[in-house]
């Protein structure tokens, strides 16, 4: 059984273990290697789940198992009030790929979304190359909306980002019998 819980610093190890995987990074838009262990540290300390929403708030949730064990970060980013819309993120440990783990915590994370914060539409965007992750998003339900041609420099080579997004009534047809 998979849940969400505010980020502790009990999880940084297992933070750090993802942050520094060379299989996990290379997919990313940004390096998290050089992530220092006090830099999680305080990440995790600043990461309170508010009672209420603000503008351009970040929430962060850590991923956990039925005896509360760390399996990753799942993040509904700059959440727009005005717009009601939010980014969402994730990245789990490489010990629970391909068991389900990423595909009910993103359930969660949407049913948080669309009814507890009352938002319209959840958005992200990934590496085009990312073909796994593209496939994994299609899968939970979110809908290709386009693409920014060669618009992050990574390793030296301009990438393309392709764009993805869920409307609550998505959710709602789809999803909540996940």
């Not at 993802?18 to 940004?30: A, G, T, V």
């Not at 009672?51 to 970040?58: D, H, V």
Request: with cysteine.
């Amino acid at each position: 059984m998979t849940n969400l819980r505010r980020l502790l610093e009990k999880d940084v190890p297992f933070m750090i273990e993802w942050m520094r995987d060379e299989d996990i990074q290379q997919r990313f838009q940004k390096d998290m290697k050089s992530i220092t262990e006090e830099q999680a540290l305080a990440f995790c300390r600043s990461s309170e789940i508010p009672e209420k929403l603000t503008e351009n708030i970040s929430i962060h949730f850590a991923i956990v198992d039925e005896k509360d064990d760390y399996l990753g970060t799942i993040s509904l980013k700059n959440i727009s009030l005005l717009n009601r819309t939010a980014e969402y993120a994730i990245s789990t440990r490489k010990c629970v790929h391909g068991k389900g783990v990423s595909k009910e915590a993103t359930r969660l994370l949407l049913e948080k979304a669309f009814d507890e914060y009352g938002l319209h539409k959840v958005y992200l965007n990934v590496l085009k190359d990312n073909i796994r992750a593209i496939h994994f998003y299609e899968k939970c339900g979110f809908v290709y909306e386009g693409e920014f041609r060669e618009h992050i420099m990574k390793n030296g080579e301009y990438k393309t980002l392709v764009w993805y997004g869920m409307l609550k009534k998505e959710f709602d047809k789809k999803l909540r019998i996940m």
